[in-house]
């Protein structure tokens, strides 16, 4: 195999474990390094690949192993603390983080993973490094920006509040001046008025098609999906695939095309009817070859459900909110990055919390697809109860012993800060629940914002 079928075969290992067909980036990514053990990058993919299949024992020997082949490397040392987690061993993921910072005390990943179990203050030798960091020119910008995040996630874990928002505000600040002050606010589709009840009406299928193997839960990020997520994951026939983007991307570019006539009528045009195509082979190369839906949490996919109606009115959709102030504030303390940019500021997150509302309303009132809304503080207060009616509300069967199970996860061994959550754990967190009122302070503008918003939305 030359270089350039090398990194063939290595971009198509990568694109199929982005695609959730683990099952098939495994046997690709044995066949490269059967040819040469010492490819980091096939590594790592057959660590993801395993840990998709839920194979995690055989993800830690994985990434072991390349551990030991690339000593220097600090990939799969994090991705060996990462199963850690996924496995609940808390104390060695933490000493597996401690370790790479030893050997690399500015690495922000280990810095950030370990503060999701440990929570660190400003007198810790580990964020002593920080603070230099934020001033360095070498670093990339968000890098840099990161580096406020984390201090003010340490001062929030001291109580020093003032100094936490202060921080959180230059991180920010940095984050606004990267995507530029044009690009922040949380738009609509374009078309949005053209997607309405007439629509749903004109484009109704003449006949019931074969079942579409998904169910969608939607909402911002931080507003509960991943705890829905959780609790779902744990019924018959449901498989968690997280955040696949799949249906926001293909709807994203067909709805350039000229609207939202036109956008069904070349849907309806792609061979192999492809959201039921790509959910279902999901299921055949997932761990659970005998689910029935896919549950995909993207969040873009808010933006735009309008589409799926006539295609597959079939899909169960459950819409997740969460109470305006906690939800701003957690959207704050997050760094995103290129996503979700309308979370840099506290006025436009509020003022997204209450178009994805909005949204949410329009579709109930205009689609065809099974709906329930549920609310995040109710979830987190009586999990069982809400994910049972959930599942009943769709004609789903329900296993209450496993909701309860899931339910027992409380996140006693860790240390989240209200911006953060772990794939894959979904811990309930009371704690969180009216946690912003002692920012009120600091999150002043945010009601007056959100509320003038829903004022003008309704």
Request: hydrophobic share 40%.
């Amino acid at each position: 195999m030359d270089q350039q079928d090398h990194q063939a075969a290595l971009d198509d290992a990568a694109d199929l474990e982005s695609d959730g067909r683990h099952d098939q980036a495994l046997a690709l990514c044995d066949d490269i390094l059967r040819r040469d053990p010492r490819q980091s990058a096939a590594w790592k993919i057959r660590t993801k690949a395993l840990i998709g299949l839920r194979r995690l024992d055989d993800a830690l020997a994985s990434a072991g192993e390349a551990a030991s082949l690339f000593p220097a490397s600090i990939t799969h040392r994090l991705m060996q603390a990462r199963i850690h987690v996924l496995n609940r061993d808390m104390a060695t993921a933490a000493a597996l983080y401690r370790g790479i910072l030893a050997d690399h005390p500015r690495n922000l990943n280990a810095i950030r993973e370990l503060m999701d179990l440990v929570p660190l203050t400003p007198g810790d030798d580990i964020l002593r490094h920080l603070a230099a960091a934020g001033e360095d020119a070498s670093l990339k910008p968000f890098d840099r920006a990161t580096t406020w995040f984390l201090r003010a996630q340490a001062h929030m874990n001291a109580n020093d509040d003032d100094q936490a928002f202060a921080l959180f505000d230059e991180g920010n600040r940095q984050m606004r001046a990267l995507h530029g002050p044009d690009r922040l606010e949380y738009v609509f589709n374009r078309y949005l008025p053209e997607l309405d009840a007439a629509f749903q009406r004109r484009h109704a299928p003449a006949a019931a098609g074969d079942p579409c193997p998904l169910l969608l839960v939607v909402g911002l990020p931080r507003s509960g999906k991943s705890l829905m997520e959780k609790l779902l994951a744990t019924q018959p026939g449901l498989l968690a695939v997280g955040e696949t983007t799949f249906l926001y991307d293909l709807f994203l570019e067909l709805g350039r095309s000229g609207g939202p006539d036109s956008s069904i009528r070349l849907l309806r045009a792609l061979p192999h009817a492809p959201i039921r195509t790509h959910f279902a082979a999901r299921i055949r190369s997932g761990p659970d070859r005998s689910a029935t839906r896919c549950i995909d949490t993207t969040p873009g996919n808010l933006e735009q459900l309008g589409l799926l109606g006539p295609l597959h009115p079939d899909v169960p959709i459950i819409f997740v909110r969460r109470e305006p102030r906690d939800l701003v504030a957690s959207l704050y303390f997050k760094q995103f990055n290129t996503a979700h940019r309308y979370s840099y500021g506290i006025e436009t997150a509020a003022r997204a919390v209450a178009r994805t509302e909005y949204l949410a309303r329009r579709w109930q009132e205009t689609m065809p697809n099974p709906m329930v809304e549920i609310c995040h503080d109710s979830l987190v207060s009586d999990p069982v109860s809400v994910a049972a009616s959930a599942l009943r509300r769709f004609g789903m069967p329900v296993d209450e012993p496993a909701l309860r199970r899931a339910a027992g996860e409380k996140g006693a061994e860790i240390a989240l800060s209200p911006g953060r959550s772990l794939d894959g754990i979904g811990a309930i967190r009371p704690d969180l629940v009216g946690f912003s009122a002692r920012f009120a302070r600091q999150l002043a503008p945010c009601l007056p914002a959100y509320e003038a918003e829903a004022a003008r939305l309704r």
